[in-house]
C-alpha cells in the first residue's frame, strides 16, 4: 500500500523530452529510502514538527517535559516515532474521556437572567 505523502512527491520519468513524447518509464520515489514516517524508528526534529504539525518550541516543551522519547546521535538530535504515536494516542484517549463525561450543548449560551423571568 502507498503513502499518500509519496504518492503526492513523486516524478515520472519521461523517456524521450526530445521528441515531444512523454510516456512514462515508471513512477520513482523521491525519498530516498523508500520508508514512510510508520515505517520509521526515528526521525529528526523537522519531521517530528511535520507529523505533530506543532513548532519548534512547541516540540521542545514536549521533550523537556518527557512526552516525547529522544536522544542525541552525535549532535543529531533523533526523536522515536513509536514516542510520537503513544502521545497522540493518549491526547485523543483524554480528548475522548472528557467529552464522554460532559456533553455541551451546541450553540449559544442561554442568558440567566436574576429574576427569573425571560425577556
Known amino acids: 500500500m502507498r503513502n499518500l505523502e509519496n504518492l503526492a512527491f513523486e516524478a515520472v520519468r519521461p523517456i524521450s523530452l526530445a521528441a515531444g513524447e512523454f510516456s512514462c518509464e515508471r513512477p520513482m520515489s523521491i525519498s530516498s529510502t523508500g520508508l514512510s514516517d510508520d515505517e520509521r524508528l526515528v526521525v529528526c526534529p523537522r519531521r517530528a514538527r511535520y507529523m505533530l504539525d506543532c513548532g519548534n518550541t512547541r516540540l521542545y516543551e514536549l521533550l523537556k517535559n518527557n512526552e516525547l522519547e529522544s ?3 552525535g549532535r543529531s538530535r533523533k526523536i ?6 503513544r502521545f497522540i494516542a493518549g491526547r485523543l484517549a483524554a480528548e475522548r474521556e472528557v467529552t464522554t463525561q460532559t456533553r455541551r450543548r451546541r450553540g449559544r449560551p442561554r442568558k440567566h437572567l436574576a429574576g427569573g423571568g425571560t425577556s
Do not use: F, G, R, T
Open 80 to 85: 522515536i516515532v513509536a514516542s510520537i504515536h
Open 71 to 73: 536522544y542525541l546521535d
